[in-house]
C-alpha cells in the first residue's frame, strides 16, 4: 500500500520536553516537507528536504529539528525551545523536479500540556 | 521569497450560484501555482495546476501575471465543493512550496 505515513495521529507531551513525528513515505519521493497547520493562518513550512542529507529551513523553522538520513524518512523533532507547539503537523512528499504535485499524510496532532 | 494570500478565510455561496476563490501572490521569478483542496476527513490534495490549463470537478484557474492572481471558479457550485481551498506557490529551482491561509468554502442547498 503505497503512501506516505505520519505517526502518531494524536500526541501530548508535558512542556520541556522534546518530541519526534514520524514520517515515512514509499512513493520513492526526493523532497519531502513538514508544514504546520493552524486555523486562519494556513500551512506554514518548516523545513523541507530535497534529497538525502539535505534539508532547508522554512517560514518557521525556530524551535524545530529535522534529519534526513533515508529517502523514505523525515522525521521532525519540536523541541522545549518551540514557544507555542500545540498545533496541527503535516508531511508531504513530491518527486523533486516534477510538476509539483504533493502527496500528503493524515496528519499528527500535538498537544503540550 | 515568494508569498501567497487567500483574502477571504470563509466564503459561502449558494448551490447552482456562481463562485471565485481568490489568490495574490508575490514572487519575483516565474511562477508555479497550484490550487489544493481539503474535503473533511480526507487528506489534502491536488485539486489542479495552472501549467496543465485544465478544469476539475468544473473548476478553473487562470493565472494572470499582470494583476499577479490566480483565482479558482466554478460557475454552478454544488453542495460536494464544501471544503478548505489552499491556493500554493512552487519555487521550481529548490521545490520550495508555499501555502497561502486558506479559504473555507460552504455551498448551502
Known amino acids: 500500500d503505497g503512501g506516505i505515513t505520519q505517526s502518531p495521529k494524536y500526541l501530548f507531551r508535558k512542556e520541556g520536553q522534546n518530541v519526534t513525528l514520524s514520517c515515512e513515505q514509499n512513493l520513492n519521493h526526493d523532497a519531502m516537507y513538514w508544514y504546520r497547520q493552524d486555523p486562519g493562518q494556513g500551512l506554514r513550512l518548516i523545513y523541507y528536504s530535497q534529497i538525502v542529507n539535505d534539508f532547508q529551513k522554512g517560514d518557521i523553522a525556530e524551535g524545530y529539528s529535522v534529519s534526513r538520513e533515508k529517502k523514505e524518512s523525515f522525521p521532525l523533532t519540536v523541541t522545549s525551545a518551540q514557544k507555542n507547539p500545540t498545533a496541527f503537523y503535516l508531511c508531504?512528499?513530491?518527486?523533486?523536479?516534477?510538476?509539483?504535485?504533493?502527496?500528503f499524510g493524515e496528519g499528527s496532532r500535538l498537544t503540550v500540556l | 521569497a515568494q508569498r501567497v494570500t487567500q483574502p477571504e478565510k470563509l466564503l459561502s455561496v449558494f448551490k447552482g450560484a456562481p463562485v471565485e476563490l481568490k489568490c495574490n501572490y508575490s514572487y519575483s521569478g516565474s511562477p508555479e501555482l497550484f490550487w489544493y483542496v481539503q474535503y473533511s476527513r480526507q487528506r489534502l490534495q491536488l485539486l489542479l495546476r495552472h501549467i496543465s490549463r485544465e478544469s476539475i470537478k468544473g473548476f478553473t484557474a487562470d493565472l494572470n501575471k499582470g494583476e499577479t492572481s490566480f483565482h479558482l471558479k466554478k460557475p454552478f457550485a454544488q453542495e460536494e465543493d464544501s471544503a478548505m481551498y489552499y491556493c500554493?506557490?512552487?519555487?521550481?529551482?529548490?521545490?520550495?512550496?508555499?501555502f497561502g491561509a486558506g479559504t473555507r468554502l460552504t455551498v448551502k442547498p
Open positions: 500554493a506557490l512552487l519555487e521550481k529551482y529548490n521545490n520550495d512550496m508555499r
Open positions: 508531504a512528499s513530491s518527486l523533486a523536479g516534477s510538476t509539483g504535485e504533493l502527496f
